[in-house]
């Protein structure tokens, strides 16, 4: 009886059809390397982002992920696609902000606020000098990963696997930097090399997300799910697990959820990953309080 009244709910046929709806989808190419690659995405925002919210590095990502505009825009521009651009733009800034914060003596979020206001600047100027159809810049900014084809999965499964080698194979010089760069110095660790190379990895990252969730919400990728983990865990190696997890659960999640009720793959992902987010707050906030 329960079944036959359930099957007379409209409410059932809109689930039932949205479901027939992904199925159908998940048939197609475009949709499955668009899950594949935000998977792939997850795992690297998360191994990366376990890092940077340590280091808090954040505001670094961020900036980077939004000089990106300029790339963006040299691109149309230059009618050469904006993705190639994005890769040695993205890599050269972070180098030279990650310079300018060496040089001087100003805080680095000073240093990281000048350069994101004056490449911002720069960005908006030369996006006002592209005439005509801007298609291939607003998807940039906003993401659209169903439009990822084979090259950017293959970019971002080699970003994937170099950052992975390079950070699981050095794991213990890592954390002691991370800990504490003056000790790591004294320990004979290369302090400044580790440095550039994991900016070097951090730029190509944020490069690579740009075009699953744009410019304005790429940050998301490497802060949410690290953020989320260190609430669950303060034991380094079950955090860089969990932070992994997260990330690669949640871009998954997101990704059928975007199928499900046809909204935008990008920002659904970011949005399974604050709520996500407020859950484990939620949750660890009343066992402390039932503790």
């Known amino acids: 009886m329960r079944l036959f009244l359930l099957m007379f709910n409209p409410d059932f046929y809109f689930a039932v059809t949205n479901i027939q709806n992904l ?6 190419p475009f949709m499955q390397r668009a899950l594949a ?9 998360g191994l990366l982002g376990s890092f940077v919210t ?8 961020h900036a980077v992920g939004h000089a990106a505009l300029i790339g963006v825009a040299l691109g149309v521009l230059l009618h050469i696609e ?5 890769l040695p733009f993205t890599l050269v800034f972070g180098l030279v902000v990650l310079y300018l914060i060496d040089q001087t003596d100003l805080a680095s979020d000073n240093v990281l606020s000048i350069v994101l206001s004056g490449a911002l600047a720069v960005g908006v100027i030369l996006t006002s000098l592209i005439k005509g159809y801007r298609g291939n810049l607003m998807a940039v900014l ?3 990963i169903l439009a990822i084809n084979t090259t950017d999965l293959i970019l971002t499964a080699i970003v994937l696997v170099g950052a992975a080698v390079f950070l699981l194979s050095t794991l213990r010089q890592q954390i002691l930097l991370t800990l ?3 000790v790591a110095q004294v320990q004979g660790i290369p302090v400044q090399l580790y440095r550039y ?11 690579v997300a740009i075009k699953a969730v744009g410019v304005l919400l790429v940050n998301a990728f490497l802060v949410i799910p690290a953020s989320s983990a260190k609430l669950l865990s303060h034991h380094f190696t079950r955090f860089l697990t969990l932070s992994v997890f997260l990330g690669a ?5 997101g990704m059928v959820i975007s199928g499900l009720f046809n909204l935008a793959s990008g920002p659904s992902i970011v949005l399974v990953q604050f709520v996500l987010f407020l859950a484990i707050f939620g949750t660890a906030k009343l066992i402390i309080k039932t503790a």
């Open 54 to 61: 340590l280091r808090q590095l954040s505001f670094f990502s």
């Open 82 to 86: 904006p993705t190639l651009m994005l």
């Open 23 to 28: 199925v159908t989808l998940l048939q197609f």
């Open 180 to 182: 504490n760069p003056a």
């Open 142 to 144: 906003f993401g659209d």
């Open 197 to 207: 190379f994991f900016v070097v990895l951090l730029s190509l990252a944020v490069a």
């Open 249 to 253: 659960i949640s871009s998954l999640a």
């Open 37 to 45: 690659g935000g998977v792939l995405m997850g795992l690297l925002g």
